[in-house]
């Protein structure tokens, strides 16, 4: 099975803290990888280098067939290229707050990929109703729930048919009472076989959900497999000991 993403040796500073250290990894089409760690570890950073919103100092990322060498100085509409294969999904939702919900996940098919806006809507309708909000298509973002809006977030991901989707942290700045929802949509998802890299600190669910599990430390891969390896049988010291301290809270 041929990779959707891969990427090969990353390297990021900011001044002279080195945040990544020289990471690898591949993630096959339709698989799951999911990212934990420590705060500070260097999860957020690799994903903005995944999809180019950060510019790494070496390595490169391949996304499908675009590949970027960042060693030699990529051209920027290279850089579009390979961006406009990923789609993202932050933490604090990025929705325009003068857009409907129908607008914010239609907005990039007409912006970016020219579509009638006809069309468009009729597309982020679909995507809305596969996140269960097709009722909510003419509401603005104030007039949604923080997971209401995650999950507009993740339609307009969706719309734009990725080859990989990129989480950040997507149900941190959640009350706990709205992370199932934001969960249970990205479990559909998962299941239509959708390629995607998840960085979370929802254990359990990663546990569920991924296919692979990547544990990070200090801007390095410490442990990396089968969640149930990694998660259930960890074989570094430094993993067992996150793993533990996350038990306990």
Excluded: W
């Amino acid at each position: 099975m041929s990779a959707d993403c891969t990427v090969r040796d990353i390297h990021k500073s900011f001044g002279e803290k080195e945040i990544l250290t020289g990471v690898s990894f591949e993630v096959e089409h339709g698989g799951i990888l999911a990212i934990i760690g420590p705060s500070g570890s260097g999860k957020t950073t690799l994903l903005r280098c995944i999809n180019a919103l950060e510019t790494p100092d070496s390595g490169t990322v391949t996304i499908g067939d675009r590949v970027l060498d960042y060693g030699s100085h990529p051209r920027h509409r290279d850089i579009l290229a390979l961006r406009r294969r990923t789609a993202m999904v932050f933490q604090d939702y990025n929705l325009f707050r003068n857009k409907t919900a129908i607008d914010n996940v239609s907005e990039g098919l007409v912006v970016v990929e020219g579509k009638d806006r006809k069309v468009a809507k009729d597309e982020a309708l679909a995507r809305l109703d596969q996140v269960g909000l097709a009722d909510f298509a003419d509401r603005y973002p104030a007039q949604l729930s923080g997971g209401q809006q995650q999950r507009v977030s993740i339609a307009r991901a969706l719309a734009l048919r990725p080859d990989v989707i990129l989480f950040d942290e997507p149900t941190s700045a959640l009350d706990p009472e709205l992370v199932g929802d934001v969960l249970e949509a990205i479990k559909d998802i998962a299941s239509e076989g959708v390629t995607m890299i998840l960085v979370t600190h929802e254990i359990r669910f990663a546990r569920h959900v991924a296919s692979d599990v990547i544990f990070m430390d200090a801007g390095a891969i410490v442990e990396q497999g089968a969640p149930a390896a990694v998660i259930d049988h960890p074989a570094n010291d430094r993993t067992r000991d996150f793993l533990r301290r996350i038990d306990e809270k």
